[in-house]
Structures are given as C-alpha cells and as structure tokens.
C-alpha cells in the first residue's frame, strides 16, 4: 500500500466526529509501536517527522522506515513534515516522499505567514502534495520551536478565513491553549484537585467555535496536545526521573475536539513520555542488562499501549481505516 495524503482522512474525520492521530517518529522503534497499535485497530494514522527528527535520524533513514511499515501494514498512513522552518525544507521534504508538509509562518507578521504558506502551498500542490498552515503561537519546547509564554498567542478568528482564500492551504493549526513539551502549563496557571493533581485551565472552545463559523467545514489542527500521562510521569520518577509538576491536556478536553472541527491532533511528547518510563523502569529491574533490544523493546511496548490508548479513547479512530481507503480508491 503506498502512503496517502490527509485529504480523505480529514473528510472522513469531520464527518464521523473523530480525528487522525499525527505521531511523532524519530527512530525504527517508535514507529513500529505506532502502526502495531493503529494496524490492530484500524486506525488511519499520520506520521510526521520534525526538521529536529529529520536532523537527528536523516531524511532517506525516516521515510523508508515509513515505507517498511507500509509492507506490513493495511492502513492508510500519511507522512508529514511537522513544524517546516521555511519553504526550504518543506520542498525537500515533498521532493523526498512526504505527502504532507507543514509551513509555520506562525511567528512572522500575518501577511508574511500568508506569503510564504501561500509560496508552500503552490509548490506542494503542484506535486500532489497537501499543506498545513498555522496562525496563532503555541508556548512551549518541542525540537527546534521554543515559544515562550509571554509570546504566544492565541488565533485570532477574524484572519482565518483571509488566511485560507488567499493560501490555499488545506488545514490549519490554531493555537487555543494547547502547548508544546511535558511542562506545558507553570503550577501558577493551574489548580489542584482533591488529590493534589494539577488541573490546567479549559482550552478556549469559544475561539474553536468563532473558527468553525469563519471557515465550515475546514480541517483543524491542535499542536502540542499530549496528555502527559500520569502513568508514565510516575513510572519515570518512581525510577529515578525528576518530572515533577509535568501536566498536559485532559483527554476528556481533547476528546471533545476531536467531535468538532479537529481533525487531527498532533502526539508528541507522551510517546518520548512512554518510552523514557519503559527503559527506565528495566534498567532499575535489571541493571544487568546491556543490550539494546532488552530495554528498547519495553519501551516500544509501551509506546503502542500509550497510541492503542489515544486512538481508541481520544482520537476514536479506530475502525475507521476502511471507510477512508474506499474514498481515497473512489
């Protein structure tokens, strides 16, 4: 099966109130875990590649590891560039095999984000590639974007639908709360529960819905929305980690998303989360270890457990890569 673009994939998620899981790879492991979680359930699914993991593992390494998992998977899989700096790196990247890139103009003034997406988006569709663009800053760290708290901002609904028309792009990501990294919320901007866990604040639902009414019908997109597990927060730090006051985006919040205009929600940091928590709970079971595929193999365990997680109780992608294959072979 060869890879698949987002097109149909986010039709079909609009329609059935679900969205597209859009996991982060950087190695063979993380996305073995990925498609045998997805591949079990059916779940179409986006991989996307920062310009961090392109440097870290290199170009032609990622997308032919995206193509072994094709040969022995049955679901549609999107490749993605996550975060393209400049147009630079997006024709690399849909010169060298992704179906999808995104441009983020995010942090120059709004008429040159639109030049530049607009200069993206004309260069990809011309080789039958899709385009992400983004308007608004999430905060947070995630490779090479750092946003600092006092720069980000939230999307302004009355530029999106300028934006889009004079673009062409294909999806958005709008910033409404979300944040990069596994601290993406300081103590001081949230609460705490009867148990002592922090609750961040609500993700702003009203400029998600001031959105759907500028462009019906548009794929949306939310960076920087792990959950930070609470689970493999405590396994990290019961195993020596310091994650402390690590807080993410509720599922319930993302959740009610996905049943909206979000069509694909963007997993990062839990799946460095799941790993990180499997390799540090067998080195402290079994300090006599020293090959690699001892202590990796746990962690890719729990990375497919962590997206097994996300695309049946968050995403509700699951049975669904059938009805997207049968548009895109219409």
Do not use: W
């Amino acid at each position: 099966m060869p890879l698949v673009g987002t097109k149909e994939m986010f039709k079909k998620a609009y329609e059935g109130k679900y969205a597209i899981g859009a996991f982060n790879v950087n190695n063979m492991e993380i996305v073995q875990g990925i498609t045998e979680a997805a591949g079990e359930l059916q779940s179409p699914i986006i991989l996307q590649c920062s310009a961090g993991a392109r440097k870290y593992a290199k170009h032609q390494y990622l997308v032919h590891l995206v193509k072994a998992a094709l040969e022995v998977s049955d679901i549609p899989i999107a490749l993605h560039l996550d975060h393209g700096p400049d147009f630079e790196t997006c024709k690399s990247c849909i010169d060298g095999g992704f179906t999808s890139v995104m441009i983020d103009g995010s942090s120059h003034p709004f008429k040159e984000n639109i030049e530049l997406t607009k200069k993206v988006v004309e260069y990809a569709h011309a080789h039958g590639v899709v385009v992400e663009g983004e308007l608004g800053q999430l905060a947070g760290i995630e490779d090479d974007v750092n946003v600092s708290a006092e720069n980000a901002s939230y999307t302004q609904p009355e530029e999106v639908q300028e934006f889009v028309e004079k673009t062409g792009v294909d999806s958005l990501a709008i910033a409404i709360g979300t944040s990069h990294g596994a601290f993406k919320f300081k103590p001081e901007q949230c609460t705490r529960n009867a148990d002592g866990v922090l609750v961040p604040p609500e993700l702003r639902f009203d400029i998600l819905a001031e959105i759907e009414k500028k462009i019906p019908q548009f794929p949306i997109v939310l960076h920087g929305a792990s959950s930070v597990v609470p689970k493999y927060v405590k396994i990290i730090n019961d195993n020596g980690g310091k994650l402390a006051d690590a807080v993410g985006i509720p599922e319930d919040q993302l959740r009610k998303a996905a049943t909206s205009a979000v069509c694909k929600i963007n997993i990062d940091s839990d799946l460095r989360l799941a790993m990180t928590a499997g390799i540090r709970e067998h080195f402290c079971e079994h300090p006599e270890h020293f090959d690699p595929r001892q202590y990796i193999t746990v962690g890719r365990s729990y990375i497919k457990d962590v997206v097994a997680h996300k695309i049946k109780n968050v995403l509700g992608s699951d049975n669904r890569a059938a009805e997207v294959m049968a548009l895109i072979n219409k």
